[in-house]
């Protein structure tokens, strides 16, 4: 599967963004699609992620209640939008897909990713 993510730029706190990623190529074979962030200086952390059958979503504490996940089934396309941006919510956001939806989800899980679309939130 290939992943090509889009949406990302510099943005005023209390703003939004709509963050896509795009997947081509075996996407039948993908079960779960997600968003991870990697800040300047930190560890890749997990953000959300959707069950690309049925939809169930997952959305991490930190972004809980301002981002949301979802997915157009027949375009073969996700998306994270964003709200209420704070700037700790800078960061490199990459899109990623894997083959298993299960409850903790991790890097781990995920196969396939995408380059990355930066994302900078001005105080």
């Known amino acids: 599967v290939q992943l090509q993510a889009s949406g990302g730029g510099l943005v005023q706190a209390g703003g939004s963004l709509r963050l896509s990623c795009a997947a081509s190529g075996r996407t039948f074979s993908t079960y779960v699609m997600g968003w991870f962030r990697q800040a300047p200086g930190k560890e890749r952390d997990f953000v959300a992620a959707?069950?690309?059958?049925?939809?169930?979503?997952y959305v991490a504490d930190p972004v809980k209640g301002r981002f949301t996940i979802s997915r157009e089934y027949a375009k073969d396309t996700m998306y994270l939008q964003m709200n209420s941006l704070k700037p700790e919510d800078t960061a490199v956001y990459y899109c990623?897909?894997?083959?298993?939806?299960?409850?903790?989800?991790?890097?781990?899980?995920?196969?396939?990713w995408g380059r990355g679309t930066e994302v900078t939130v001005s105080s």
């Open positions: 959707i069950r690309w059958s049925g939809g169930a979503t």
């Open positions: 990623a897909a894997g083959s298993r939806w299960r409850a903790g989800l991790t890097e781990t899980d995920f196969n396939s």
